[in-house]
């Protein structure tokens, strides 16, 4: 019986991983199908429930528990160490969340687009560390949207909430990503 290609590969994967952990080499960056593990397994509605902890600016809670749990099955299957996890935790918790509010930004009247190019974030850009969000990164944010025809003052509270907890999902996506290189 053959195999697909795909299945081959994946095994291969785990069989690389396996024997660089044990030879004690550092691990290669983690492929596109490692990183979507976390999204692939969770339960449907954690995104949302991210998005909605980021909002609130949450540290603990059901959904971040739910996120670690599927963050532990991935992480097993592919013989993450605790460093490697944690970062996988920040990656897949960012990663969620960001698709959540971007959408929400959409709809709030804001381009998510506009923001990552404002502050050179995302697939291929610069996407600097951000321990917090400054007001340089407010005022890149608000002369992009000047110059895109959106009116800041008409932006409401609830849109500005929303592009600062997609900043923060930004940031723990891509720190998350670098720390798995």
Excluded at 22 to 51: H, I, K, N, T
Excluded at 116 to 132: S, V, Y
């Amino acid at each position: 019986m053959r195999r697909p290609f795909a299945e081959l590969l994946a095994r291969a994967t785990v069989v690389l991983a396996m024997v660089t952990a044990l030879a004690g080499l550092p691990a290669q960056a983690r492929s596109p199908e490692a990183l979507a593990c976390a999204v692939q397994r969770a339960p449907a509605g954690l995104d949302a429930r991210l998005a909605d902890a980021m909002l609130a600016q949450q540290s603990d809670g059901p959904a971040l528990r739910d996120l670690q749990n599927v963050v532990d099955r991935c992480g097993d299957d592919q013989f993450m160490d605790d460093a490697a996890r944690k970062a996988y935790f920040s990656y897949a918790m960012g990663r969620m969340a960001r698709d959540v509010l971007g959408d929400r930004l959409q709809a709030a009247g804001v381009p998510h687009a506009l923001i990552d190019d404002a502050l050179d974030i995302g697939p291929g850009k610069a996407n600097n560390p951000a321990e917090q969000i400054t007001q340089g990164d407010l005022r890149r944010i608000t002369i992009a949207m000047t110059d895109a025809g959106i009116n800041p003052a008409s932006v409401t509270p609830e849109a500005w909430a929303l592009i600062n907890a997609y900043i923060s999902a930004t940031a723990a996506m891509f720190d998350g990503q670098r720390k798995l290189e």
